[in-house]
Every structure is written in C-alpha cells, then in structure tokens.
C-alpha cells in the first residue's frame, strides 16, 4: 500500500512581499482563491482586476509556452502547485465543474468578442456541432450551469 504525503506548502515564501497583507486577513486569500481559479481554467488573467489583486496573481503564476487553458486551447499563463494547493484550487466549485464539462465535450470561450469583461466569477462555454460553436453555457463560481451566456 501506498502512502502519498502532502508536501506543506510555505505561504509567506508563496506570497512573498504580499505575505502579509494577505495572511493577515483572511478574506482576501479566499478572494484570491476565486481569481486564482479563473486563472487556473483559462491560463490568462481576469480583466477589470484591481493592481493590487494583479499582483498577488503575478506572483503566485508564471508564464508558460504552452496553451494552459483546460482545454488545451490557448492561456499563457500557469499558476505555481504551491498556489494549487494552498488555495485548494483542485477543490475550487468551478474548477470541478468546468472538468466534468470539459470531460463532456464542451470548450471554453476565450472571450466573447471586442470591448467584452472577461470576469473571473464566469466561464462561457460552448460545443461544437458540424464544426459551428453551439449550445453555449456559463459555469458560475458556485458551479453552478446555466444555459446562454448571459
């Protein structure tokens, strides 16, 4: 039998000069874990964010070469497994629910066109049928699906 030991992660060394403003509140790392779960999907940056949350994103993230979206598409951006692990991302509602949809068939919306928010509490969603996008759907941060992207 097998036994798999979690490595603890350090989160004043994870946060680095942002350790203490965010360990010493902690709302602002549970804000964070939201951010950090649109991030981890779509492996590029919520928009409208305000600096300071930029920050803590740019330094729990590094750039990657490869597409780091879900589904393997585009995202330029990858977030640190320390990061994945102290904000339990893997565990995260959404993240759980764009998963089963990804496993389903389904593919992320990198944006739904010109002068359009990309806010981290939705991920569109979309299908394809006979090579046209269809059957558009929004996962919520609660995991919830609705149907459109409204």
């Not at 902690?26 to 964010?49: C, K, M, Q, W």
């Not at 102290?86 to 944006?111: C, P, T, W």
Request: glycine share 8%.
């Amino acid at each position: 039998m097998q036994v798999f030991v979690q490595k603890r992660v350090d989160r004043k060394a994870l946060y680095g000069d942002h350790a203490s403003e965010i360990l010493d509140a902690p709302y602002v790392e549970e804000l964070l874990r939201d951010r950090a779960a649109y991030l981890y999907i779509t492996g590029h940056f919520p928009s409208h964010l305000r600096p300071k949350t930029n920050q803590y994103l740019r330094q729990i993230s590094y750039f990657y070469k490869r597409p780091t979206s879900f589904d393997g598409r585009f995202g330029h951006c990858k977030i640190k497994d320390d990061a994945i692990r102290a904000l339990g991302l893997n565990d995260h509602e959404m993240v759980k629910a764009v998963r089963a949809k990804i496993q389903g068939g389904y593919f992320i919306q990198k944006s739904r066109g010109l002068g359009t928010r990309n806010g981290f509490s939705k991920i569109f969603m979309f299908t394809f049928e006979n090579g046209t996008p269809v059957h558009p759907i929004t996962v919520t941060l609660q995991g919830a699906v609705k149907d459109g992207w409204d």
